[in-house]
């Protein structure tokens, strides 16, 4: 890509501010991690009772044997025809023998 005529900042001067900003980019994320971990913690610690409000509903439906559901097949229709028409090559070859 070709520079548009003009002035230019010297080449020092880029160099000085991109190091003066990667340094204040830095201390600034250094500055702002323990915060991030005291707030992860108070966020864990608060999380908790509702963890275990929810294993305790959890557990409850589990108990039920009547509440359990029949396996319901989810395979799409195009896909099931096609492994019955597998099936049935693959028998109709085993007959052959």
């Known amino acids: 890509m ?3 005529p ?11 501010v991109t190091a003066v900003m990667t ?31 929810l294993r305790q509903e959890m557990d409850g439906m589990n108990v039920e044997p009547e509440a359990k ?3 319901v097949d989810v395979t799409p229709w195009h896909r099931q025809l096609s492994l019955l028409l597998a099936q049935l090559r693959n028998r109709s070859s085993a007959m052959r023998r």
């Open 23 to 53: 340094t204040v980019a830095t201390i600034w994320l250094f500055s702002l991690l323990p915060f991030l971990l005291l707030l992860s913690v108070v966020f864990g610690i608060v999380l908790i009772p509702v963890l275990r409000q």
């Open 69 to 71: 559901r029949p396996t």
């Open 6 to 16: 003009g002035r230019q900042a010297p080449r020092w001067l880029r160099f000085v």
């Open 2 to 4: 070709k520079q548009l």
